[in-house]
Nanobody, 124 residues
Framework: QVQLVESGGGLAQPGGSLRLSCTAS????????MAWFRQAPGKGREEISC??????TYASSVRGRFTSSMDTAANTVYLQMSSLSPEDTGVYYC???????????????????WGQGTQVTVSS
């Protein structure tokens, strides 16, 4: 059973940056497919990034501003967010699956393991 714990959310100003962390237990991040989702107020959950040991993908809404990375020693994946705007406000979740292969599956994909979510608010 994979368990995921996110951290790093908070308040950022427009144009600012935040880094989210997702630490896994019960599996190693370089053997899992890890994804980041967000849910804006009043909207559905959106996959914004996926990372495996060989692949990383981004939704068009965040491409060029957000970067996913993996630290195998810490068993943690990160989401570095920059050039933030109020439209990036929402609850951010990490998710994982095992056995999907070395490449990110095309969304929509149903991940079985989820973190608890962390709030990101972008406001001046």
């Amino acid at each position: 059973q994979v368990q995921l714990v996110e951290s790093g959310g908070g308040l950022a100003q427009p144009g600012g940056s935040l880094r989210l962390s997702c630490t896994a237990s019960g599996g190693t991040v370089d053997s899992l497919t890890m994804a980041w989702f967000r849910q804006a107020p009043g909207k559905g959950r959106e996959e914004i990034s996926c990372i495996t040991r060989r692949d990383e993908t981004y939704a068009s809404s965040v491409r060029g501003r957000f970067t996913s990375s993996m630290d195998t020693a810490a068993n943690t994946v990160y989401l570095q967010m920059s050039s933030l705007s109020p439209e990036d406000t929402g609850v951010y979740y990490c998710a994982a699956d095992a056995g999907t292969g070395p490449y990110c599956p095309d969304p929509p994909y149903t991940y079985p393991y989820w973190g608890q979510g962390t709030q990101v608010t972008v406001s001046s």
